[in-house]
């Protein structure tokens, strides 16, 4: 799967996310060493820390189903699907990448349909706490 059709993926994640407080909506689209996709849409709640971001509710729906090894996450975000910026994964969802994946996991941002940056876990997170 070429890096475009991954960000397609968690724009189209990014559809159906639950975000009634602050409009932002966020997509991302997990695809596991063997190939296999796994998308996931912000959710937030009235309360906020239930909230739950894209990327972890991607990687929670993978890990539950069995799956330990990824290659490559793509994540999209904006105000109304509106995506401009790039929208890069906070720090609780780079730990949690970090408890499943190596260093250099790929993680593609993209925004305005074309523009696309990719950094690895370890760019993105070079002093992880792990075992």
Same mark, same amino acid.
């Given at each position: ?27 991302? #689209?997990?695809? *596991?060493?063997?190939? %296999?996709?796994? &998308?996931?849409?912000?959710? !937030?709640?009235? =309360? ?5 971001? #894209?990327?972890? *509710?991607?990687?929670? %729906?993978?890990? &539950?189903?069995?799956?330990? !090894?990824?290659? =490559? ?59």
């Amino acid at each position: 799967m070429t890096d475009k059709e991954l960000v397609i993926l968690a724009k189209k994640a990014a559809e159906v996310a639950y975000a009634p407080y602050s409009g932002f909506t966020v997509g991302a #689209a997990l695809l *596991t060493k063997d190939g %296999k996709m796994y &998308s996931g849409c912000n959710i !937030e709640n009235a =309360a906020y820390s239930p909230t739950n971001c #894209a990327e972890r *509710t991607a990687f929670f %729906k993978a890990v &539950s189903e069995g799956e330990r !090894e990824f290659s =490559a996450i793509a994540v999209v975000g904006g105000k109304n699907l509106d995506f401009k910026e790039f929208c890069p994964p906070c720090g609780v969802c780079r730990q949690v990448m970090s408890e499943f994946c190596d260093g250099d996991f790929r993680i593609i941002l993209s925004r305005n349909d074309e523009e696309l940056k990719v950094y690895t876990l370890k760019e993105l997170l070079p002093l992880s706490f792990g075992l």
